[in-house]
């Protein structure tokens, strides 16, 4: 660090040692990704299961890791059949974690059909977690989450 | 005004499950940005959709704020006769908008 | 002059010369924005039904035939089928235009038609309907290389845009080239600085959630470097896109583009 002649040589050693002292502070979680963290929930899925239990391995949410921008982040939900009748699915799901609107969508099958495949794109307001549970004619539910990281415009657009 | 695009395959075959496409030019206005003095701009997303395959509703979506601009929607749907699949839109303005793709069935 | 003495002069004649063609990018080193996207984006992009440009490419064959003006008169009656009449054109913009004596970009052509032939007034920069005429245009040159002429009348403006893309701006006292020319390649934040062409207007920007001009994205530029933004037409965004056109030429016309 470069002296500065507005600060007396004392407490310019006073500063340098303070910040010595900080450095040794074990470093906090900036942000943990919510990957490694089993216990970051999506508050609007939990919610929604109301202390039901869902499968997981049948519903698959296919969603960028990185995100070039949050406005539009394309995702993709499928759920793997066959659907034997009663078991046909009714409507999915999909929840964000972060974002003001937990409740990003939900999607109704009226009538039964052999593949079960949506694509649409949201908007993610920043780094989190995102949710979608499928809930069959008999009451079963099929879930899947997907992390995905959000990064912010560099510059600022004001055209 | 391009309202809406939709997509279907040009032929199926009865039975068989095809893909039906939807891109739709609508701002989703989340209702968080501000004009540039500062003020809000009203929200005004797409509520609902429906897709009607010859008179029955086949696929419904509920979108929120949470769904991008210039929404798109791709879902699956089980081919029954020829005919038409009608595609009906509602936003919070209470604009209602409509589309519609012809769908032929061979066998 | 002695015989070494304008020798040297010749020599010096020959590398200013040789110098003003220079490209700091050569040809085999040019990468479009497409390829700082991630998979999705590029292949967004590429669905002819799904990339989002292409509501305004529908909106802008609907305009192609609809009549306008004092003269009542539609693009198709003059240029017949689009997918003749302007295969290979947005490849070839900005030009000097004889008729308008002037420079013109894709906009500035759809307006200058409009005004001289249909007896149309301009559309505004942005509207829907520029937006959508150009995107329509610029789509019947996609796949094909940028190529524009620098040379006669257009040898001024090139010159300019050129002076413009080294001019350090705004209270970040940046020039286009300190990013990316210099930078190109690196981070800035989260992003990686692309190499800053022009291939792919107009383009869908995620950031706009909408179709927009290169002027448009050149205005956000000059905020980005906290500069005042020039107004849409000024001169310095027509010669400064003409240097961009010719600073990626080879690259091929990727409008509508999609871009974060």
Redesign the interface.
């Known amino acids: 660090m470069k002296p500065s002649a507005q600060f007396p040589a004392n407490r310019r050693h006073a500063r340098r040692k303070l910040l010595a002292s900080a450095a040794a502070l074990p470093l906090l979680p900036a942000f943990a990704l919510a990957q490694s963290e089993p216990d970051v929930e999506v508050a609007a899925f939990k919610a929604f299961l109301a202390g039901r239990k869902a499968g997981t391995g049948r519903l698959t949410l296919d969603i ?1 890791r ?1 995100a ?2 949050g ?4 995702v993709r939900i499928a759920l793997s059949g066959p659907f034997a009748a009663g078991g046909e699915v009714r409507s999915i799901h ?1 929840f ?1 974690e972060k ?3 937990p ?22 307001a920043g780094t989190q977690r995102v949710a979608a549970v499928a809930t069959m004619a008999d009451g079963s539910l099929h879930a899947a989450t997907a992390d995905i990281i959000v ?9 | 005004m391009a309202e809406a695009r939709i997509q279907v395959p040009p032929q199926v075959r009865r039975g068989e499950a095809f893909e039906v496409k939807i891109l739709i030019r609508h701002a989703m206005e989340t209702g968080y940005r501000l004009t540039d003095e500062g003020k809000p701009i009203a929200r005004n997303v797409i509520r609902l959709i429906t897709c009607r395959y010859n008179g029955v509703e086949v696929f419904r979506a509920e979108p929120s704020s949470g769904i991008a601009a210039n929404p798109l929607f791709t879902f699956f749907v089980s081919a029954r006769e020829s005919g038409e699949l009608q595609f009906e839109w509602q936003d919070d303005s209470g604009a209602r908008n409509s589309e519609r793709a012809s769908i032929t069935v061979a066998g | 002059m002695g015989v070494r003495s304008s020798a040297i002069a010749l020599l010096l004649l020959y590398c200013s010369a040789a110098l003003a063609q220079q490209r700091a990018l050569p040809t085999q080193d040019l990468r479009s924005g497409s390829s700082y996207m991630g998979a999705e984006l590029r292949a967004m992009q590429a669905d002819t039904f799904a990339n989002p440009g292409t509501l305004w490419v529908e909106r802008g064959a609907k305009l192609w035939s609809a009549r306008a003006g004092t003269v009542d008169r539609a693009c198709v009656d003059c240029h017949r089928d689009a997918r003749d009449s302007m295969k290979g054109v947005a490849a070839r913009y900005p030009a000097f235009d004889a008729g308008a004596k002037r420079l013109l970009d894709l906009e500035g052509r759809v307006n200058q038609c409009r005004s001289a032939r249909q007896g149309a007034p301009a559309l505004a920069f942005e509207s829907e309907e520029l937006l959508g005429l150009t995107a329509f245009v610029a789509s019947h040159s996609r796949g094909m290389p940028v190529r524009v002429a620098i040379d006669g009348a257009a040898a001024v403006h090139f010159e300019r845009g050129r002076m413009l893309y080294e001019r350090r701006i705004g209270q970040m006292n940046l020039a286009c080239l300190n990013c990316h020319q210099q930078n190109a390649g690196r981070r800035l934040l989260a992003e990686t600085i692309s190499q800053g062409h022009s291939n792919a207007y107009p383009i869908y920007r995620l950031e706009w959630q909408a179709l927009g001009s290169l002027q448009r994205r050149l205005r956000a530029c000059y905020s980005g470097v906290r500069a005042e933004l020039p107004a849409y037409n000024a001169p310095d965004l027509l010669d400064l896109s003409l240097f961009l056109a010719w600073r990626g030429e080879g690259l091929q016309i990727e409008a509508p583009g999609v871009r974060r």
């Open positions: 960028p990185i070039d921008n406005n539009v982040v394309p999909l964000s974002n003001p609107v409740q990003m969508a939900v999607f109704h099958f009226p009538q039964a059909v052999a593949r079960v495949e949506i694509e649409s794109r949201v908007r993610l990064t912010v415009s560099a510059c600022i657009d004001g055209s």
